[in-house]
């Protein structure tokens, strides 16, 4: 790797921090599983996840979860499209968001990030996808227990007739 040399520190720009210490502290959250919604021809699990102690029930009704998810998935036309997926609704510390992924091809995961706001007129959606961000650690933790999901259930049974209801059946609970 040459002469570079590794700096270590604070994350810092031109000397001031970049990031509030909150951003960098880290504490489990709470996550849970809804239960499964169809939009659009797609059979997606979805997740509500908590920066602070969850309401009981779910913070997003249903048929408003559907509408959302509804605005910025497009109708499954394309053969390769599994149309199965996840979404999960973060109630951050900073904002409130919505993660869309869905299986594709076999082995790949279409995925899109969203900031929601809650108003008078009820829930709005905006795309972050010029953002570059992918997700937050605790939501990469719902990622890749659907990454190992699929990869248990969907592809380990070569998508056999009912592979995808076990994937389907195959939820996170507790903590990340």
């Not at 149309?83 to 510390?93: D, P």
């Not at 995961?109 to 937050?136: D, M, N, P, R």
Request: glycine share 10%; aromatic share 10%.
């Amino acid at each position: 790797m040459g002469n570079a040399e590794l700096r270590t520190g604070p994350l810092e720009v031109n000397g001031a921090s970049a990031v509030s210490t909150d951003a960098l502290r880290y504490a489990p959250r709470a996550v849970k599983p809804r239960p499964l919604i169809l939009v659009n021809g797609y059979h997606l699990k979805a997740y509500e996840l908590y920066y602070q102690a969850p309401v009981s029930g779910f913070r997003l009704d249903e048929p408003e979860l559907r509408r959302l998810v509804g605005q910025c998935l497009p109708a499954a036309e394309d053969p390769l499209e599994h149309r199965a997926g996840f979404v999960i609704t973060h109630f951050a510390r900073d904002g409130s968001y919505l993660l869309l992924s869905r299986w594709y091809g076999g082995n790949m995961l279409k995925h899109a990030l969203f900031e929601i706001t809650e108003s008078g007129g009820g829930w709005q959606i905006k795309s972050l996808g010029s953002t570059g961000i992918v997700a937050c650690v605790w939501e990469l933790q719902i990622i890749a227990f659907e990454r190992q999901a699929w990869v248990s259930k969907a592809m380990t049974h070569d998508g056999r007739e009912g592979s995808l209801r076990q994937y389907l059946n195959t939820v996170l609970e507790g903590s990340v």
